[in-house]
């Protein structure tokens, strides 16, 4: 998994789990805390057609799957699901699309994600990108994302707040949205009591008591 340490670059989907709870991002990408539930999993079954990459042209669009982003200015690095290129007078039009499991949320962590994809494309083709979409998997439809000066603000203040958490390598307080605890899969190893304390250390000190 990508790191989060001083001094690497911020996966983009790390943005989703610090909007969501900034813990749980340290958690995954300073501590290395994972586990899976049925809410990954139907992620992961859901990602596999996207990552297997290609790139395919229709009526003069060009549909990329699994096309690798990256932004120097934002120190992000990611892949993106699916950017379509429409031809323009202008150049080409840019439109990246995000697929997700369940449908949309409440919270707007999966906008920040695909808004942080937009901006890497930005700064990767000279080209705005005015909008996207977020595919959900239980409507099965496309919800349009415009990336309006608002979201591209609470972009990048998310990549900075999560920048000085992973450079800090302190775990924050659990978030106060606590009914977001019922559906992460980490619940089991975030222990809100370790707060300040790398729950990484607890979870090893635990298994070593189980097997000495």
């Given at each position: 998994m990508t790191g989060g340490g001083a001094g690497e670059s911020i996966p983009i989907s790390a943005l989703q789990h610090a909007v969501?709870?900034?813990?749980?991002?340290?958690?995954?990408?300073?501590?290395?805390?994972?586990?899976?539930?049925?809410?990954?999993?139907?992620?992961d079954v859901l990602h596999a057609v996207a990552d297997k990459g290609?790139?395919?042209?229709?009526?003069?669009?060009?549909?990329?799957?699994s096309l690798p982003l990256v932004s120097a200015r934002l120190n992000l690095t990611g892949v993106a699901d699916l950017v379509?290129?429409?031809?323009?007078?202008?150049?080409?039009?840019?439109?990246?699309?995000?697929?997700?499991?369940?449908?949309?949320?409440?919270?707007?962590?999966?906008?920040?994600?695909?808004?942080?994809?937009?901006?890497?494309?930005e700064e990767m083709t000279g080209q705005?990108?005015?909008?996207?979409?977020?595919?959900?998997?239980?409507?099965?439809?496309?919800?349009?994302?415009?990336?309006?000066?608002?979201?591209?603000?609470?972009?990048?203040s998310t990549v900075a707040e999560l920048a000085l958490v992973l450079g800090s390598g302190v775990t924050p307080a659990p978030t106060p949205h606590r009914s977001r605890c019922r559906a992460c899969s980490l619940a089991e190893l975030c222990r809100p009591d370790m707060v300040g304390r790398p729950v990484r250390a607890w979870r090893d000190r635990m298994l070593d008591r189980a097997l000495s």
């Open positions: 969501y709870c900034l813990r749980q991002a340290a958690l995954i990408h300073l501590e290395r805390v994972w586990a899976e539930n049925r809410f990954t999993a139907e992620g290609g790139s395919r042209k229709a009526r003069g669009m060009r549909r990329v799957l379509e290129f429409a031809p323009g007078p202008d150049g080409e039009t840019v439109f990246p699309i995000e697929y997700k499991r369940g449908k949309p949320k409440l919270h707007r962590a999966d906008e920040v994600q695909l808004c942080a994809q937009a901006l890497c494309l705005p990108v005015r909008q996207g979409a977020l595919f959900y998997a239980q409507t099965k439809r496309r919800l349009t994302v415009p990336f309006d000066a608002d979201l591209r603000a609470l972009t990048e």
